[in-house]
């Protein structure tokens, strides 16, 4: 890959993992609309993995209260708001990690295709602005039920496929929930962490045993930009999404898919 392609790519993915556009729809469609070669799930978890240390420097005293939690799940204590909020985000996480444990390896083989993103980034679009509308929006993080933390986490699960938009998603399902779409997105952001972890470490534990050769350097240096990028989205994202809503976001995912349909038709 040349450094043009690293950065581009890292921005996009720093951009577009906080706003529920689908990054991984995006990765798919940047290289082949330069005409690039696709640069492989290697490099998208390595700047997920990026994003991922976005979210736990921005969402830091959340994160904190979530090992406190854990913490009091282990001695037996389950009544505070902290160990419900630990035991919901390690409920929700199971659905993701078992279909990316069972699925991955099918869905880049199969689903990396501009029509898969065509088709996902148009049906969650609509989702997404029917949430927005139409959702209750009355409740708050504090009031999320391990019933709504599966829910929630099962939503997750399809983010496997590209084009449909972890965060979109997630916020989407907490929203029909009835969820504020401030407390969706805190929810949806810090049940995104586990995720993206595990899946760094199932690639690289993967990467080492099979001894090929990798590049560390590019790995890292898009790590690092999809990073800073992720970070000011999400200060951005959290601001827009409770003055303005979601709704621009769900034109943008058919717009998108309507140049796509046009480029490739």
């Known amino acids: 890959m040349t450094w043009i392609q690293i950065v581009v790519l890292a921005v996009v993915q720093g951009l577009t993992e906080i706003l529920p556009i689908s990054s991984s729809g995006h990765l798919v469609l940047v290289p082949n609309l330069l005409g690039w070669t696709d640069q ?4 998208d978890v390595a700047v997920h993995f990026g994003s991922l240390g976005a979210v736990c420097l921005y969402f830091r005293e959340d994160l904190r209260g979530l090992v406190r939690g854990g913490l009091q799940l282990a001695t037996g204590r389950y009544g505070t708001l902290e160990s419900r909020m630990a035991l919901g985000i390690g409920i929700g996480t199971v659905p993701a990690a078992v279909a990316g444990l069972l699925l991955a390896g099918w869905i880049g083989a199969n689903l990396r295709d501009p029509m898969v993103v065509v088709a996902t980034l148009s049906g969650y679009g609509i989702l997404l602005a029917l949430a927005d509308r139409f959702g209750r929006q009355e409740r708050v993080l504090s009031e999320v039920r391990l019933v709504d933390a599966l829910v929630i986490g099962l939503a997750q699960a399809l983010a496997l496929v590209p084009g449909t938009s972890r965060s979109g998603v997630t916020i989407t399902a907490g929203m029909m929930l ?9 929810f949806s952001f810090l049940l995104s962490a586990p995720v993206i972890l595990l899946a760094t470490i199932h690639e690289a534990g993967t990467l080492l045993l099979d001894g090929g050769r990798v590049s560390w350097g590019e790995l890292a240096s898009g790590a690092l930009v999809s990073g800073l990028v992720a970070y000011f989205s999400i200060a951005f994202f959290m601001r827009f999404v409770t003055h303005s809503g979601l ?8 717009l998108l898919a309507a140049v796509i349909l046009y480029v490739l038709g």
């Open 40 to 43: 492989g799930l290697v490099f």
């Open 178 to 186: 009835g969820l504020k779409r401030q407390d969706a997105a805190r």
């Open 247 to 254: 709704m621009p976001f769900a034109i943008y995912r058919l």
